[in-house]
């Protein structure tokens, strides 16, 4: 029994901490904006492609095509501890998270030809 007792109270100072990160894929990146764009040359046709269609589409004041795309993601860390004892009488988790936002502003002329764009990036 006091073995038993031992085992309990040592194991409660043990703790498992685990990470989980969840991924965020897209295509829609910094370099990828970087590459893809070049005033100019670029056409709506090649941005289509690359990443498929724009979350927003509007008209600047002078009639132009104005093409929004925006990806935001919330990272999560989630961390807990579990022990022996604390198992039993209580458990406890964490959980870290940061908001991240991406977006691209292009405008296109007649041709609808990318005739300028903007590119936008927050963490917080």
């Keep these: 029994m006091r073995l038993f007792i031992s085992l309990v109270f040592v194991s409660s100072f043990w703790g498992c901490q685990t990470t989980q990160e969840v991924p965020q894929k897209s295509n829609l990146t910094a370099g990828s904006a970087k590459t893809l764009l070049v005033k100019g040359q670029t056409t709506q046709a090649d941005i289509l492609k690359a990443w498929g269609s724009p979350n927003i589409v509007t008209q600047s004041s002078t009639g132009e ?3 929004t795309y925006s990806k935001q993601s919330y990272d999560t860390k989630n961390s807990s501890f579990a022990g022996g ?3 039993i009488a209580a458990g406890s988790a964490v ?8 977006d691209v502003i292009i405008t296109f002329d007649e041709n609808d030809i990318v005739k300028d764009f903007s590119v936008t990036s927050t963490q917080f």
């Design 65 to 67: 095509a104005v093409w």
């Design 85 to 87: 004892l604390f198992v």
């Design 95 to 102: 959980s870290k998270g940061a908001t991240s936002s991406f």
